[in-house]
Structures are given as C-alpha cells and as structure tokens.
C-alpha cells in the first residue's frame, strides 16, 4: 500500500481509515467488475481523453474520422479495456482488429466478451458516420486467424442521419441508485426495439428473475474467490490520479462510485494488493446480492450461435439497448459473472428456455437521476493508424 503524506496523517488513523474504506471500495468493486462491458460520474479530465484530439495526433487520418473514432471508443467494454483497434487504409475503408494486448485470460479465456466489447466499438462507430454524413457499410465475415481484422467498413457520402450523437456521448453503465419499480410495458418495448429477436424481458418477479438472481450470486463468489480472477481485475483498476493519467483505460475510483473523500483516500493510500484482501472480496459479494434485489427487471441478449460474427452482432444490439435506455433515463448494468463462469452459463441457458445463446445478463431500473459518465478513454491516436 502506497504510503502519502505521512508526516501530516498519523500512521494510526491512516490505518482506521484503510479498514474502513477498503470495505467501501470492495463494496464499489463489485459494480466495477464488469461481465460484459461497461462503467458513472467523475473528473472531466477522464472524457477529455477521447474528445478533442489535439490538432496533428493521428498523421494520415482525416479529422472527420479522427471524430468517428473517437465516438467509437466510447463503447463498453469488460474492466474497460478498450480492446479495439483500427487501421485506416484509405478515407472510404478502414479495418477493425482485436488488440491481444488487452485480452483478460482469466475471466473470458475464449474471448467471448473481447468480441462483444468490439461490436460495441463497431455500432458507435457506424452510428457517428453516419451522423457525419459517411455511409458505413459493416462486413463482419473476416478471418479469425491471428491478427486478422474482424470487421471490414467502407465509407461514402450520405446525408447526415441526424442521430444526436450527445446521447452517445452521455451513454453509461449505472451501477447505483436503480429502484425495485417494475418497468412499464411501454419501457420495455423501447428498450426491447434494439433487436426484438435477440432482446428478451425477464420481469423481476418472474421464476426466471430468480435463476437469474441466484446463479448472478454464485458465480460472483466463485470468482471473487480465486486469485487469478482478482488479480487480473486489480490490474486494471487505476487507484491514484497518476495511473489515470498513465493508463487511460480500466477502472478508477469515480467509476467504481467511489467518490468525496473516500474517493481521495482510497486514489493516494490503495494499490493493486488491496483487492486481495478478504474484506474487499466480501464486501463485493455483499454489494452484488444487494444489488440484484434492485430491479425492475431483467433484460437478457442472445446471439443465434457462438460463432465470431454472431457474438460481434450481440455487442452491436447491447449498445443499442443501451442508448436506448439512457434516452429514456433507465439504469442499465451488465451482471453476466454468470455467463464467465462455469456451469453456471449452460444451467442458465438451460433454465431460461429462450433462443439462441446468452451474451449479455442485464439489470434495468428507473433511477432518480442518470450519472455523467465517469470512465477513461484512450486517444484515438493510440489505438488507430493510418496504412
């Protein structure tokens, strides 16, 4: 643990304080860990790394793309990893790829939820082409071999679509606050209008919801309680201000809803040994059975099979659900420990009944007042380069 003005705060207080608040931050981490995507209200230092890029940063790529690609990277994705990134050939074709830099071995081996995040990254970016005026023509049939891009786009003139591109911009995962009011029947249906095939409604009081429920619990404290799976998330949780401003990518204090001055204490005093400790660890698993008492529902996304672009088309109708629901002012909060751990995911599958396959497990709620987003975002300039 980081030792920081130790002459001014005495060594017995700084260690209360650390009790107490290392029970709040595993309490906050256990929103963090995110199985499938996501992140809630911070420093407007955090959003100013997506937008602007200052002037020159990406040599080769039209400033116009620069701006698509930076709204593209606003996308979800699982520990905010940001695992995307993209190779402009040309300004009427660019190629998305897989960084295998950014993977998370432990909780999604296959890269099940690497793929998912990428859709993500591939719906924001053809909704701000075409909110640009760009055309944007999506082939998903790529190769998988290793470094092979997993999306072809081709761009051209069109109008403008006239999508508000500042609901995108204002897009979050919301991890507090959510009410246990059932959602309307009309809520559901816009919600539901991302993809009425692949976007199924579970009511909180269904028997479903309760599986649901349960199975959210146990695959948590399964995976709260192995090492690997800690210690792969305390790698990319920025506790202090330097590491936000070294890495622009994983979880930080605001993001976990750890804010006021336990969020100053726990960015200058923690570090990545604290998520090991046993309190930490309890305290998510607290947090998580609180937590999937607060809904008004569950909303569940299927992929028709498990093949590459079926799961990329899932992440694209997440983000869609999700930008509906933040139009709406719904809370929404992916909690698919579920689906990263087994046997959990097949029992699911199984006791749900409902077509294709599971990729996102989804708490939704009113909330009294939706969050500023709060997570870190990488330059486009780190993550895309012109052929």
Partial sequence: MRRVWQASVPR?????????????????????????GLAGCASAM???????????????????????????????SSHNSQPWRVVVHDPSRLTVHEDLARTLPDVDPAGRELRLSLGGFIENLAISAEAHGLA??????????????????????????????????????????????????????????????????VPCDAPAASAIREATIEAFRQQTGRDTAQRELARWIRFSNRAMREHPDGLTTASMGITGISGWFVRNFYDEDDVLESSFRRRSIDL????????????????RDERKGAILTAGRVYERLALLACEQRIGVHPMSQSLEEAPYRAQLAHS??????????????????????????RPVSTFARAA
């Fill in 288 to 303: 998580t059975v609180e937590q999937v008492g607060q809904a008004g529902g569950w909303f569940v996304v299927t992929s």
């Fill in 136 to 201: 944007c023509a999506i082939d998903l049939s790529g190769g998988s071999g290793l470094g092979a891009p997993i999306a072809e786009v081709a761009l051209g003139p069109r109008p403008p679509s006239g999508y508000p591109l500042a609901r995108l911009r204002a897009r979050c995962t919301v991890r507090r606050g959510f009410r246990t009011t059932p959602l309307r029947r009309d809520q559901v249906a816009i919600l539901g209008a991302a993809d009425p095939s692949a976007v199924h409604f």
């Fill in 352 to 377: 749900l009944g409902l077509p294709g396959m599971p990729q996102f497990i989804v708490r939704a709620g009113l909330i009294d007042g939706y969050p500023e987003p709060a997570t870190l975002r």
């Fill in 12 to 36: 017995r207080v700084v260690d209360l304080h650390r009790r107490q608040l290392l029970e709040l931050a595993g309490a906050a981490g256990a929103g963090a860990i995110v199985g499938s």
């Fill in 46 to 76: 955090e959003r100013r790394d997506v937008l602007p890029q200052p002037p020159g940063s990406t040599p080769g790529i039209p400033e116009i793309l620069v701006q698509v690609l930076g709204d593209a990277a606003l996308a979800p």
